[in-house]
């Protein structure tokens, strides 16, 4: 270890001096390589984008984009989700972009997709895989039979909708139970799958509300953003 005498340089603030937030601001939502984020998130791995082949688009939305990848340590098809290039490596919607996934992760129901991995890709930044669900989201299945389509309306009775309506309601229901609340519940966020899955998904938006989650202290989820933290600890650092 180097030891350097010379006296550490401090900024020291007197009566009139101000801080400059929107400085501060700037430095907390600076730009983080692949590799300071894979230290960030502790993993001691890098992820190859060779290691998913296959590669096809699920859909494309503003900030991120869902792949459905062949992910050849398991040998099976998973969805992969990743941030735009614009974002993905500002440490602000990589932020939301973890948070999302350890949320999503924290609820374990069979009416919830559930997530496998959290990593990043060194040409794509993070990323987290989840469950493919061959099917089509509820949205699209309203829109058929409105328009009165014979095949949609023979398989989606009434009953049929009911069940899609409870499985919804069941996995909404074991979230708030654990203090999470989703904000963007709607038939599109809604994928009812071949085989008669019903999952809830996109929970980008959701919400911890700690004092609403029934597990006792020492099981509460904690979702709090290393990312964030670790910037916003070297920015204190420097005005200490």
Known sequence: MV???????????????????????????????????????????????????????????????????????????????????????????????????????????PNVVPVHQLGVLKDAGAYFTMKLVEGENLRVILKKLESGEPEYLKKYTLNHLLDIFLAVCNGVSFAHSKGIIHRDLKPGNVMVGSYGEVLVMDWGLAKYRADQDSATTGQKIDLNSEIFQAVDNDVKTQFD
């Open 3 to 109: 030891m350097n005498n010379e006296p550490e340089k401090k900024v020291r603030f007197d009566e009139d001096a101000t801080l400059n937030v929107e400085a501060a601001v700037e430095h907390i939502e600076r730009q983080l390589s692949p590799d300071e984020l894979r230290n960030i998130l502790d993993l001691k791995q890098p992820d190859q984008f060779g290691d998913f082949s296959e590669n096809s688009t699920i859909g494309v939305g503003g900030i991120g984009a869902v792949f459905a990848v062949h992910d050849s340590q398991f040998n099976r098809l998973v969805a992969l989700k990743v941030l735009r290039p614009a974002y993905r490596n500002d440490s602000k919607y990589i932020d939301n972009f973890v948070r999302e996934a350890r949320i999503t992760a924290q609820i374990d129901h």
